[in-house]
């Protein structure tokens, strides 16, 4: 005997005479097991002539129904299930956040923390400010999460004036304006995003924090952005504080 056959698995041998034998002798094995019902067939009774099984047709209608509530209802349990994993990430990075002493810890917290804190490759702190025609940003492989000068008004151009959060499922589908000076140096490598606009108050000065994933659908329309836009708060709060504290407000 080979070995193949010597380890193969025996072969459903089971007749469908033995399958009505068995639920004959147990009468109540739908009663006990009535999520069978859903995937069943029911029989289909010939009237003759013109006439149509009306019950036959409702009970394929209803089966299909249960079938459409499940998957909502599992779809449901997934999005609960992403939320609250979003608000603990929050929690925890809203805490880090605060407890920052200065700007140097601050930004530190923003580019070496979130990005752990959030499962994502990328983090950047965009700013609106002049003085991105003097500085040109430069990132590396090993560390590509930083602070970017970005042009002014490219945070309008790049979500819409009205938009406080953009997530984008596949960057190779939608167009986003400045994509490739907000993730400048990995541009290629991001597949999906989420995008935050925030507004220093002090100066009225236009910032973004945008995240960068190397796979797609990470980020998406369905998800939602409660969560987000607190934490944008607090990034715009502290990091407004401590730039006017270090009094580097005014050099940017």
Same mark, same amino acid.
């Given at each position: 005997?080979?070995?193949?056959?010597?380890?193969?698995?025996?072969?459903?041998?089971?007749?469908?005479?033995?399958?009505?034998?068995?639920?004959?002798?147990?009468?109540?094995?739908?009663?006990?097991?009535?999520?069978?019902?859903?995937?069943? =067939?029911?029989?289909?009774?010939?009237?003759?002539?013109?006439?149509?099984?009306?019950?036959?047709?409702?009970?394929?209608?209803?089966? =299909?129904?249960? #079938?459409?509530?499940?998957?909502?209802?599992? @779809?449901?349990? =997934?999005?609960?299930?992403?939320?609250?994993?979003?608000?603990?990430?929050?929690?925890?990075?809203?805490?880090?956040?605060?407890?920052?002493?200065?700007?140097? #810890?601050?930004?530190?917290?923003?580019?070496?923390?979130?990005?752990?804190?959030?499962?994502?490759?990328?983090?950047?702190?965009? /700013?609106?400010?002049?003085?991105?025609?003097?500085?040109?940003?430069?990132?590396?492989?090993?560390?590509?999460?930083?602070?970017?000068?970005?042009?002014? @008004?490219?945070?309008?151009?790049?979500?819409?004036?009205?938009?406080?959060?953009?997530?984008?499922?596949?960057?190779?589908? #939608?167009?986003?304006?400045?994509?490739?000076?907000?993730?400048?140096?990995?541009?290629?490598? /991001?597949?999906?995003?989420?995008?935050?606009?925030?507004?220093?108050?002090?100066?009225?000065? @236009?910032?973004?924090?945008?995240?960068?994933?190397?796979?797609?659908?990470?980020?998406?329309?369905?998800? @939602? =952005?409660?969560?987000?836009?607190?934490?944008?708060?607090?990034?715009?709060?502290?990091?407004?504080?401590?730039?006017?504290?270090?009094? /580097?407000?005014?050099?940017?």
């Amino acid at each position: 005997m080979a070995l193949e056959e010597a380890v193969s698995k025996p072969k459903d041998t089971t007749t469908k005479q033995q399958v009505a034998d068995y639920l004959r002798k147990h009468p109540d094995f739908f009663r006990d097991h009535p999520e069978l019902f859903e995937i069943m =067939t029911p029989p289909a009774v010939d009237h003759g002539g013109n006439v149509i099984d009306l019950r036959h047709h409702m009970v394929g209608k209803l089966q =299909t129904g249960i #079938q459409s509530l499940k998957s909502k209802y599992e @779809g449901l349990i =997934t999005s609960s299930r992403d939320n609250m994993s979003t608000l603990h990430q929050v929690h925890e990075a809203a805490i880090a956040l605060i407890r920052a002493p200065g700007l140097e #810890q601050l930004l530190e917290r923003i580019i070496m923390d979130l990005p752990a804190l959030f499962g994502v490759d990328i983090v950047r702190l965009g /700013i609106e400010s002049d003085a991105g025609e003097f500085y040109e940003s430069k990132f590396g492989e090993q560390n590509a999460s930083g602070v970017a000068f970005l042009e002014q @008004g490219l945070i309008d151009k790049a979500m819409g004036k009205d938009k406080a959060i953009l997530l984008c499922s596949d960057t190779t589908k #939608q167009f986003i304006y400045g994509f490739e000076q907000i993730f400048s140096d990995c541009s290629g490598i /991001i597949e999906s995003c989420a995008l935050l606009r925030m507004r220093l108050p002090s100066s009225q000065r @236009g910032v973004m924090l945008a995240f960068g994933v190397r796979i797609k659908n990470h980020f998406h329309e369905g998800q @939602g =952005t409660e969560m987000l836009s607190f934490l944008a708060q607090i990034v715009e709060h502290r990091l407004d504080e401590c730039l006017n504290d270090s009094g /580097i407000a005014q050099l940017i």
